[in-house]
């Protein structure tokens, strides 16, 4: 008899009703928000690609196919990438070691670094190329005179963005702690940077690098105003004779920073998961 006897309904405490329609009125609202943003950001993408691919007759893809045809074009990207890859390295081998050792070490310079590190943000463009201007005349006497030296000045542009970056990363776990203790077993200044340092902030170093690459491809000011010619310069002296091939290339520079943002975010995520 007692197991034909009906099991009651647990009860559900009293407030549960309310707390599920505030979850779902937060998610739409959240959905809404998301929805709104992306089609405000997506709208202009469009805008391009519509504009990029009109013609005369109709729909074409001759301004799509014709930036694998302009050279110099094509040196410009190459120049480009290859000082975003300069600017990744010099930017990370100049900061982070300092950020480490100044936390580590020097705390008391910690407020000192930060100001060194975001004043290039209250200087304008035109100024620093005023002030480096003499130093660059000496740069290409020493180094020569190519697009790659810029990476000593983009260095200095990502430096407020990548410092917020790892400065966070260098929050989210306890530096002193693991140093000393990676120490007290006989590991060397390297050793701590490589093996506990670097993997504990491989967010942080790969939105720093991000940032940087997202600025060095997306600069103009300074290297039209030093004649040198990346590719936004490109893009620029393009607009001036053929509008359609400069906005394919801008919506490309585009999809392929998006493009970059997600492989780092993907390769971020696969290696936590593995951890």
Known sequence: ???????????????????????????LL???????IGAYLLFPLLAMLEFSTRGPDGRTAEAWLAIGEDRQLLTAIATSLQLAALTVVGMLVLLLPTMVLVQLRLPRLH??????????????????????????AWVGYLIGDTPLTL?????????????????????????????????????SWWSVMLRVVVPNMRAAILSAALISVALVLGEFTIASLLNYPTLQVQVNNIGKRDAALSVAVSLAALMFGFLLLLALSFAGRRRKGGE
């Open 30 to 36: 959240r959905w809404t928000i998301l929805l709104v």
């Open 111 to 136: 407020r000192l670094l930060e100001f060194v590190c975001l004043l290039p943000l209250t200087i304008p463009a035109i100024v620093i190329v005023v002030g480096l201007g003499p130093i660059y």
């Open 151 to 187: 990476s000593f000045v983009y260095i200095v542009l990502v430096l407020p963005y990548a410092y917020r970056a790892l400065d966070a990363g260098l929050r989210a776990f306890d530096l002193k702690t693991l140093a000393e203790a990676a120490q007290s077993l006989g590991a």
């Open 1 to 27: 008899m007692a197991a034909l006897t009906p099991t009651p309904a647990p009860a559900q405490p009293d407030g549960a009703a309310p707390a599920r329609r505030r979850r779902g009125g937060t998610a």
